[in-house]
Structure formats: structure tokens, C-alpha cells
Nanobody
């Protein structure tokens, strides 16, 4: 059993910052890609940022230059530093990780999400 638990969401004014964390626990042999998605009401889930086990990163165009993804492999944790927040960043942010419990199998796991609300 694997769990991903997000923290760090909340209410912030436009221009402010938040830092999200997501810790993975359970039957983990290795973690490959980790990332953050978001889903706003009435909209499809979209990729915000992704980071590989080697530290390579990918960002949505809408957050480039404002958000930074990082990970601590020793702690099985991924972070999302969000600066210069805009009202359109308001969404539920979900953590995801591709995890191997051992052997050749890998599974994509999701957290339950944390709400980020940016007021204008």
C-alpha cells in the first residue's frame, strides 16, 4: 500500500507565494517521475510540473518562471514552490508519483489533493 499526502495549500492574495509538499510512504522500492497536476471547477485536470528521478523538469507554459518543482529522494517527497500567484491558479492541486514496489512493476499513484485559492 502506498500513500501520497499533500500539504501546504491555503488562501493567499494575488502576488503571494505558497509551498506545497507531498510525501510518499508505504511499499516503495523506488520512485520514478513525481509531479503536480491541478483541477479547477468545470475544467479538466492539467499538468502543472513534473520532475524525473534525475532532476529533469517540465512545466506548463502558464506557470513557467513562477513555479519551481523539486524533490528530496531521501524523504520520498516532492515540493512545488509557487510564487507570483494569480487568481487563475486557483484549483485543487494533486500530487502524483510513479512508484515501484519492487521487481519490474511500476504504478502511478495519486494524492487526494490540496486546495489553493488565490484572491484578487
Amino acid at each position: 500500500q502506498v500513500q501520497l499526502v499533500e500539504s501546504g495549500g491555503g488562501l493567499v492574495q494575488a502576488g503571494g507565494s505558497l509551498r506545497l509538499s507531498c510525501a510518499a510512504s508505504g511499499s516503495i522500492a523506488s520512485i520514478n517521475d513525481m509531479g503536480w497536476y491541478r483541477q479547477a471547477p468545470g475544467k479538466q485536470r492539467e499538468l502543472v510540473a513534473r520532475i524525473t528521478i534525475g532532476g529533469g523538469t517540465t512545466y506548463a507554459d502558464s506557470v513557467k518562471g513562477r513555479f519551481t518543482i523539486s524533490r528530496d529522494n531521501a524523504k520520498n517527497t516532492v515540493y512545488l514552490q509557487m510564487d507570483s500567484l494569480k487568481p487563475e491558479d486557483t484549483a485543487v492541486y494533486l500530487c502524483t508519483a510513479v512508484i515501484s514496489p519492487g521487481g519490474t512493476y511500476v504504478f502511478q499513484h495519486w494524492g487526494r489533493g490540496t486546495q489553493v485559492t488565490v484572491s484578487s
